[in-house]
């Protein structure tokens, strides 16, 4: 039995073609049965900055689109889409994808569970010769790492769409941040720079960061807590307090 994570590319997909044209968006499925072989019946969780463009795009087509909950920048819905052809290679060879399906903008990630190592190597060479599908990436998994991953789910869940909820302006200075070695451990760039070249106060500067910061710190903090030996536990959480604490001291300098 071999697992692996595989991102991919497919021409073919509704998902696919629908995040390509929203790139504010991305979608977490769970495929839930065949229909006539032919078709996919889904239930998803589609993250979008107006999700009325993904209702006006899946019910002109798929046609058979149930929004079950809206909300401001999130919907859950089920609907039916045609099976793939990079679907349909994993399901000749006896494989199977193991929900939930990822899908953003840029690429569609799967956890595929296959009955041999021959199935693998098939299915590389075969989808060089495939008209809609493109393999970006295929990385083996080992038993621990995807029990880790599905014991989590949840978690990195949040944390995805933690990091779709930031702002256009906090992911901005982030990136900038990020670019200009403010992370480093040996800073590259104080704030009273970074403001100076936004044009805006190093107060702004600042307070943009730490709600950036909080953001991502918190979901992700907790997938290591979570992680953690019992007896490790609060010890972790007495670190990440005067990590808090450091983070302050650094943003006030």
């Known amino acids: 039995m071999n697992i692996n994570l595989v991102k991919v590319w497919q021409t073919d997909c509704l998902n696919c073609s629908y ?24 239930f998803a969780y589609i993250k979008s900055e ?4 993904p209702i006006s795009y899946l019910k002109s087509s798929s046609g058979n689109l149930e929004v079950i909950s809206k909300y401001s920048d999130c919907l859950e819905v089920e609907y039916i889409m045609k099976i793939t052809e990079g679907w349909q290679l994993i399901k000749e060879l006896g494989g199977y994808v193991i929900p939930p399906v990822i899908v953003t903008p840029y690429e569609e990630i799967w956890v595929v569970l296959l009955p ?4 693998r190597k098939k299915i ?7 008209e ?22 949840d978690m990195i ?5 933690t990091v779709k909820s930031l702002t ?17 451990i040996n800073k590259k760039i ?16 600042s307070r943009r960061l730490q709600q950036a910061e909080h953001k991502i710190l918190k979901p992700l903090i907790k997938i290591v807590i979570e992680n953690t030996p019992s007896s490790d536990a609060n010890g972790f959480k007495r670190a990440y307090k005067k990590g808090q604490k450091l983070i302050s001291s650094c943003l006030k300098k």
């Open 50 to 53: 107006n999700p009325n463009h």
């Open 157 to 161: 869940l949040d944390l995805l769409v």
């Open 132 to 153: 809609y599908t493109i393999i970006q990436d295929e990385i083996p998994l080992d038993i621990e790492t995807l029990g880790a991953l599905f014991k989590n789910i």
């Open 190 to 205: 104080k704030l009273a720079n970074m403001a100076e070249n936004e044009g805006v106060s190093k107060a702004t500067i």
């Open 168 to 184: 256009y302006k906090q992911t901005r200075i982030l990136k900038e941040a990020y670019s200009l070695g403010y992370y480093d």
């Open 19 to 42: 995040t390509s044209k929203d790139l504010t968006s991305f979608i977490i499925g769970f495929p839930k049965g065949l229909i006539a072989d032919e078709y996919i019946k889904i």
């Open 116 to 119: 041999e190592l021959g199935s």
């Open 124 to 130: 590389i060479s075969t989808c060089d010769e495939l």
